[in-house]
């Protein structure tokens, strides 16, 4: 039968009660299999968190004893690899991977978690995020590809091309889930789920170009966001879901909710009185899937039956639904193949070491990288909170922040923790190292008052000790890391947070290092030995004071199950590093929003008590070599930018040319720049190249007040180089 026909037909035979069922999406960890069974029997689209043999039997349950045999679809969060799955392949986070900046690798590590998601039958994934974390507070900086618009388009849809590549019905392919429509990161106050106050007109702007070029790369299923725009939840938010995303992009896949989103409405946001309210809002706003707000079945029947809703709502909805599960030929395959033997495999794994290698930012260097034979290194302490441990590398969303039921959360080898890649190596260099804990990430509350020196600060502890106290357990640990560090002659400190301060619900009001760090440092400092500073974390923190005191800085962000062993290859320069931040770092967390493509129109441009350059800018990032940029041209015909890069250092290297460009005078405020391009270009010492870079028509337009996209004729600057720093940038002014 014509596919066409074939789910009208469908359609038309279904009850109200199973087009119920088809709408919802069942999270198995809270039910449990028996509840997962009954709900299997009525025919329900979809479940989640559910893996191995209670997958296969809910799969066989909707195919073979629902009564229409509608076969059932698997989703899972394999959003930096399938991390559910303590075998799988742990790939850098999407913050990490974005520092890249690398299209192909994207997609590679997509395509290689789609792989390991279908061999475990899964047709899945809630992945990418392309939310904008231009707030870093926000617990969720690290599920991004960071704080532009521009960037986080250009990787997402690599991702989204990765996952599904060329046919859905593929035995390695997967749907991918454009989330979180939309503007969620950009909350008040980094608060997760919190109200986005933003006009219509902001979100055309900022948000909405990466979800546009989500649908442009053929994504088969969005998620709505949490939160709310304006005071309009994304639930209810039929703007946002039938005119945004249906009707202007012309999206045609399914759209499922976020966790539960229906009663938010309800005891959250509270907009709705109850169940059936808000099972008809939601089912009137445009959402075709309801995870996990099972109410909503019984709710939504009830309202047909009672003539409050019109049942050709759910009949989109489902359509919207079997339109894809038929793109994934379901009915002859109702559970993916995948490639047997490829979970964790060689070949996967190899690519997750070049991930975190190209994934390393190298943010300071006074010269002391990279540590070379006849430096006198002779003996070096690593020390510091995330030196050695695992699930801060990992960071969010893996089989230790989200344990699928009955999957371990103790680490699983194989992964490489910085002071396992230092040890790999320097032993093979006789360099000894030796290791220090330092001090915890969590424990603020025994650092109480504002000390004026480290030394009364010490010297406090030891009263408090004597006097057996709780106040201060960890000046041991310190003390411990100074006296060994003091025999020796080169200091990696790794420091952080971790992933109890990072995701769904973990805002930080502050951004400092938290605990001890930061004393932590202050002590190592005083002795005045060569200190590099490892950033494991899973956002820019305030690291100000720390950057000062180091004569090294290396971000890294959450590297995955290899990011010590490409911290330690870039310490000892068996890696060049290439990696460009996808995020600013700020000076202090006050300084927040510091995102680089700042309006106009700040009097005098900064605080009285804090510069407005951000500590770290975006697409910066060090190497060992250093490159020049000339000869910048612009073809206005093509839209297309040429620059020559030079590699003047003594090694090869990668750059990422980026490309920037600002309407001179616009009828509403635009950035004072915008990324427009990037190109990463690899070099030999001395060696040049002509890269060119053609721009897109938007990268010139401007979203007028009455919400319409237009190019309005006149000057613009067009910017090529390193950084969006403006030293880092040559630039050329064209008229259009
Ligand atoms: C979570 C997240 C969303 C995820 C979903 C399923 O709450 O907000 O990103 O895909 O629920 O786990």
Same mark, same amino acid.
């Not at 059936?276 to 009830?302: C, H, P, Q, W």
């Not at 003390?479 to 973990?506: K, W």
């Given at each position: ?75 899972? #969060? ?25 299209? #192909? ?25 392309? =939310? ?6 926000? +617990? ?5 590809? +960071?704080? @532009? ?25 997967? %749907?991918? =889930? ?13 608060? @997760? ?55 202007? %992009? ?22 709705? /009185? ?35 809703? #019109? ?112 040890? #790999? ?6 360099? !000894? ?27 406090? =502890? ?19 890391? /100074?006296?060994?560090?003091?025999? =020796? ?12 301060? /990072? ?39 305030? %690291? ?45 967390? +006050? ?27 975006? +697409? ?58 990037? !190109?990463?270009? !690899? ?33 613009? !600057? ?19």
């Amino acid at each position: 039968m014509p596919k066409k026909n074939f789910i009208d037909d469908l359609i038309s035979r279904m009850t109200v009660e199973e087009k119920a069922a088809q709408m919802l999406q069942v999270p198995v960890s809270v039910v449990g299999m028996d509840e997962a069974r009954k709900w299997a029997r009525l025919g329900v689209g979809s479940f989640l968190n559910v893996l191995g043999e209670d997958m296969e039997e809910l799969a066989r349950i909707c195919a073979e004893e629902s009564r229409l045999k509608i076969p059932t679809i698997f989703g899972i #969060d394999a959003v930096h690899g399938h991390c559910l799955n303590k075998d799988a392949t742990i790939f850098p986070s999407q913050l990490a991977m974005a520092c890249s900046w690398n299209k #192909d690798l994207v997609r590679k590590i997509a395509k290689i978690t789609a792989t390991e998601v279908a061999t475990e039958g899964i047709q899945w994934t809630f992945s990418p995020i392309l =939310c904008l974390a231009r707030d870093p507070r926000w +617990g969720r900086t690290n599920e991004t590809f +960071g704080e @532009d618009k521009f960037l986080s388009g250009e990787l997402g849809a690599a991702m989204i091309k990765g996952y599904q590549g060329e046919d859905l019905s593929d035995d390695t392919a997967v %749907l991918a =889930c454009a989330k979180h429509f939309i503007a969620y990161g950009e909350a008040t106050g980094g608060r @997760d789920s919190y109200d986005t106050e933003i006009t219509m007109r902001k979100v055309r702007d900022e948000f909405l170009p990466p979800f546009k070029k989500a649908v442009d790369a053929g994504v088969a299923t969005f998620m709505t966001a949490y939160g709310s725009l304006d005071g309009v939840p994304l639930t209810a938010n039929e703007k946002a879901l039938r005119g945004l995303l249906r009707e202007e %992009l012309g999206f045609d896949g399914f759209v499922v909710t976020d966790w539960d989103t229906v009663n938010a409405l309800i005891n959250r946001q509270k907009v709705c /009185a109850d169940h059936k309210e808000a099972s008809r809002v939601a089912a009137k706003s445009g959402n075709d899937m309801i995870m996990a707000t099972l109410e909503f079945y019984k709710a939504v029947i009830d309202q047909v039956k009672k003539g409050k809703l #019109d049942e050709s709502y759910l009949d989109e909805a489902v359509k919207h639904i079997l339109t894809i599960k038929l793109r994934l030929n379901l009915w002859e395959k109702p559970l993916k193949k995948g490639i047997p033997g490829s979970i964790g495999c060689r070949s996967h794994l190899n690519a997750a070491v070049e991930a975190a290698r190209e994934s390393v930012v190298l943010l300071k260097n006074n010269g002391v990288l990279p540590v070379r034979k006849g430096k006198k290194i002779r003996r070096i302490a690593v020390i510091g909170p995330n030196a050695d441990d695992i699930r801060a590398q990992y960071g969010d969303w893996t089989y230790f922040t989200h344990p699928v039921p009955g999957i371990e959360k103790e680490p699983q080898r194989p992964y490489v923790t910085i002071l396992e890649g230092m040890r #790999d190596i320097a032993d093979h260099k006789g360099i !000894e190292i030796r290791y220090s804990y330092g001090c915890s990430v969590n424990r603020r509350e025994y650092y109480k008052g504002n000390f004026e020196s480290i030394p009364a600060f010490m010297e406090q =502890c030891y009263i408090d000790n004597s006097r057996k106290t709780d106040t201060y357990k960890e000046m041991p640990f310190i003390n411990e890391a /100074a006296s060994l560090a003091r025999e =020796c002659d080169l200091i990696v400190l790794a420091i952080g947070d971790n992933y109890n301060q /990072a995701g769904e619900y973990n805002d930080r009001a502050e951004l400092r290092p938290s605990g001890m760090q930061e004393a932590l440092v202050r002590v190592l400092s005083t002795l005045h030995i060569p200190m590099i500073t490892v950033v494991v974390a899973s956002k820019p923190l305030v %690291l100000t004071d720390i950057v000062e005191k180091s004569d090294a800085v290396i971000c890294a962000f959450n590297g995955g199950m290899f990011g010590g062993q490409a911290v330690a290859e870039a310490i000892f320069g068996k890696i060049n590093p290439q990696g460009r931040l996808p995020i600013s770092f700020p000076v202090v967390t +006050g300084q927040v929003p510091v995102y680089y493509n700042q309006l106009p129109g700040w009097h005098e441009g900064r605080y009285v008590d804090c510069t407005e350059e951000p500590l770290f800018a975006f +697409g910066e990032g060090l190497s060992y070599t250093w490159y020049e940029y000339s000869d910048l041209k612009f073809n206005k015909r093509t839209k297309t930018v040429s620059v020559t890069v030079t590699n003047n250092g003594k090694r090869r290297g990668v750059e990422t040319v980026q490309v920037y460009v600002n309407d001179v005078v616009s009828s509403v405020m635009t950035a004072v720049k915008n990324l427009a391009g990037f !190109e990463r270009v !690899e070099l030999d010492a001395g060696e040049s190249k002509t890269v060119k870079i053609k721009l897109e028509d938007e990268a010139f337009s401007v979203v007028l007040p009455d919400e319409t996209r237009v190019i309005e004729p006149g000057q613009f !600057e067009i910017f090529a180089g390193h950084s969006s720093k403006d030293e880092d940038l040559l630039k050329v002014t064209v008229t259009l």
